[in-house]
């Protein structure tokens, strides 16, 4: 266990819909980061939180929108679903000054759109 | 435009050899490297790192090298075993960034008994 949770571990919805993914970070960490994983492709960067405020954008799609509660969980939010959003979503946090840039991944939630 | 490359999507390898993964950047601005291994259904776990002052960096069985001028890392597996039998994941972190991970598109590692 990384102490990084994500929920659902598996998601399985129709086109059109719309999902919410949640991330618990570890214990202290107050950064929050949201990686997309397509089939064959390495970890894109979404969208970072940082004590509950936006902190850098990647390539995420306006569809898609996150937030960081109080409680320094995240939710990542995923509307109008495409087929081409099936993927894995992986959650990490990070402690500012921790080893190696103190990165935890999540085991990740994937999201398969039919 | 894929700043991160991993240029071998698969490598095989007999356990006790040498595995040696390959990994070029395109971004000068990148000032330190991870390596990261993943087992499937689990997240990416960190492995190895090394900062852009360096050219070495040892951690047991794993070795990074970096070579900056051809833009070029390496993981070095000596010697390799059946558990290392993961994707192995080439990250990159710029300077001046929120330290978001750009991520290469990953090498499947197989090691032979």
């Known amino acids: 266990d990384s102490g990084v949770t994500q929920t659902p571990k598996h998601l399985i919805t129709a086109t059109g819909q719309r999902v919410t993914l949640r991330c618990s970070p570890r214990?202290?960490?107050?950064?929050v980061y949201w990686y997309q994983q397509s089939l064959d492709q390495g970890l894109q960067f979404l969208i970072q939180?940082?004590?509950?405020?936006?902190?850098a954008k990647g390539n995420i799609l306006e569809r898609f929108s996150a937030q960081q509660f109080p409680d320094l969980h995240s939710e990542l939010n995923l509307s109008s679903l495409e087929l081409g959003d099936s993927a894995l979503y992986f959650c990490?946090?990070?402690?500012?000054?921790?080893?190696?840039?103190?990165?935890?991944f999540g085991s990740g939630t994937r999201l398969t759109v039919v | 435009d894929q700043q991160v490359k991993q240029n071998s999507p698969s490598l095989s390898v007999q356990e006790g050899r040498i595995s040696i993964l390959n990994c070029d950047y395109t971004?000068?601005?990148?000032?330190?490297f991870l390596w990261y291994k993943k087992y499937p259904a689990e997240g990416p776990t960190f492995l190895i790192s090394?900062?852009?002052?360096?050219d070495k960096n040892e951690d047991g069985r794993f070795t990074v090298f970096l070579n900056k001028s051809a833009k070029h890392l390496s993981l070095h597996i000596v010697p390799s075993q059946p558990g290392d039998s993961a994707v192995y994941f080439c990250?990159?972190?710029?300077?001046?960034?929120?330290?978001?991970?750009?991520f290469g598109s990953g090498t499947q590692l197989t090691v032979l008994p």
């Open positions: 990490a946090s990070r402690v500012a000054g921790g080893p190696n840039y103190g990165y935890t």
């Open positions: 214990s202290g960490d107050l950064s």
């Open positions: 939180y940082y004590n509950g405020e936006e902190r």
């Open positions: 971004n000068s601005m990148f000032d330190y």
């Open positions: 090394i900062s852009s002052i360096k």
């Open positions: 990250a990159a972190i710029s300077s001046g960034s929120a330290r978001q991970l750009t």
